[in-house]
């Protein structure tokens, strides 16, 4: 019996690769000897008894229904006939991914004849061409191996993992990466294989001119793989089967014992190699119109890494903020009458992901956490009471005052308070610093004395005082 074999209502799926009885006849080899089908049909029911009692012999004498099937035993199986709709063959690939285009001296004529410097520039724009395809197979790699392994887990009833939340968009990365390589770079090799002359920079130049556009999944991605990891890291602490299953995908030739956690990775590191390879390309050219179009086309892939990394950073800021958000708990500024308190309940709140007030729209962006730290506080409301234990955050736009209730969370002192307003003064003490707060007319109103636990992390907090006061620029 098949162990894919099921009695359940599931998804269609390849059936494994079980040898075929064939219809009884004589075949005639290349030696000219004729053997029968029956011997043949012998041949092929004795390699089936071999891979069977390989099978039971791994999963013992008690060898389990699909139903009481564990994790192991189902991992076993992959191990012996393969993961379903993947040959072998194609599984193996990596065994020789890295010798796959060889030297480029295998391919160009005249090579003795060459200068050291063109040699260089080859040995420079081979880097780009090898590295994307090694690259490329990686991705493959994740998704023959650790995808196709967690989809067919799942079917089986194992893992209940998310599988967006672990890959991400990777299947389009992949996707968007295969495409590149086969419609830009490889026709290069290709072209350098058939011509044997050597490869023309202008060539890079000519398969990068919609870079940012070829590999625009790479910014979901990118925002996204940060979250992939850390889900990654969570699932192995908790599930002892997901780090079975982990080890069992990392342990396959395909992947060459990289860890999955290591190719969710690979996309950002090879955004960041691209203008890395085509400044070595550059510095090894001499031709005025390949470097200026090489500058060009640098300029365009740096521009869509810069575009990357702010949408990161952008991703990044928006959990932190949440995250702020998710510890403040309400604020009543005054006291009012219990009847009146529902007319203020919803403006005592604070949206951090809100835009921020008084910036125009063009200068407007997400505001940033300058600091943020504990601190000890006396104030003009209460200049004879003893200093209060406080939890501070500086944002870009404002100064903010809460006290802790409990971990993980705190409570709002007061309002928040504009950084445009706040003027801040070193003191002789160097562990202190005096801030005073002023209203549209530049009027005192208020002052906070804090001390901090060293005069290092006073600096620290006047240093970013000073840093969040140009932030201002162009507020009204």
Request: hydrophobic content about 35%; aromatic content about 10%.
């Amino acid at each position: 019996v098949s162990p894919y074999s099921s009695s359940v209502s599931s998804p269609a799926r390849p059936a494994p690769r079980w040898p075929t009885a064939m219809a009884t006849a004589t075949t005639t080899t290349t030696n000219g000897s004729v053997v029968s089908s029956e011997s043949i049909e012998t041949t092929t029911k004795t390699k089936t008894t071999r891979r069977a009692n390989k099978l039971q012999s791994m999963l013992g004498s008690n060898f389990s229904s699909q139903s009481e099937r564990t994790l192991a035993e189902q991992l076993q199986i992959f191990s012996v006939y393969g993961l379903p709709g993947y040959d072998e063959e194609k599984i193996e690939l990596g065994k020789k991914e890295k010798t796959r285009l060889g030297s480029w001296k295998d391919h160009v004529l005249g090579v003795e004849s060459m200068t050291k410097r063109e040699c260089d520039q080859q040995e420079a724009i081979w880097e780009l061409l090898s590295t994307e395809e090694s690259y490329m197979l990686a991705l493959k790699a994740v998704l023959e191996v650790f995808f196709v392994c967690l989809q067919e887990l799942k079917k089986e009833g194992f893992l209940e993992i998310q599988t967006e939340k672990l890959f991400g968009n990777i299947a389009y990365v992949y996707s968007a990466s295969k495409a590149f390589w086969d419609n830009r770079l490889k026709p290069i090799v290709e072209r350098c294989k058939e011509s044997r002359e050597r490869i023309d920079p202008l060539q890079v130049v000519s398969a990068l001119a919609y870079f940012d556009e070829d590999l625009e999944p790479y910014e979901e991605f990118c925002v996204r793989e940060k979250n992939c990891v850390n889900y990654l890291t969570a699932q192995k602490k908790s599930s002892a089967d997901f780090k079975a299953y982990l080890e069992w995908c990392e342990s396959q030739a395909r992947c060459r014992r990289m860890k999955l956690a290591d190719l969710l990775v690979k996309p950002m590191h090879r955004l960041i190699q691209y203008p890395l390879l085509l400044k070595a390309i550059m510095k090894k050219s001499d031709d005025e119109e390949a470097l200026d179009k090489l500058t060009t086309i640098i300029e365009r892939v740096e521009a869509f890494l810069n575009r990357v990394n702010e949408m990161v950073g952008r991703k990044g800021q928006e959990e932190r903020l949440s995250y702020i958000q998710a510890m403040i708990s309400g604020y009543v500024g005054f006291d009012c009458p219990p009847e009146f308190e529902k007319h203020f309940a919803s403006l005592f709140s604070l949206d951090l992901l809100s835009p921020m007030p008084g910036v125009p729209d063009f200068f407007n962006g997400l505001r940033d956490v300058f600091q943020e730290g504990s601190l000890k506080l006396k104030d003009s409301l209460h200049p004879i009471k003893a200093k209060t234990d406080v939890h501070a955050f500086l944002f870009t736009d404002f100064f903010l005052l809460t006290t802790r209730v409990k971990k993980g969370h705190v409570k709002l002192l007061q309002q928040p308070m504009r950084v445009d307003r706040l003027i801040c003064e070193k003191l002789k003490d160097p562990s202190a610093f005096l801030l005073i707060y002023v209203n549209e007319y530049r009027f005192p109103t208020s002052w906070y004395l804090f001390q901090s636990a060293t005069a290092e992390q006073a600096k620290q907090w006047t240093d970013a005082l000073q840093d969040a006061q140009p932030a201002q620029i162009g507020r009204a």
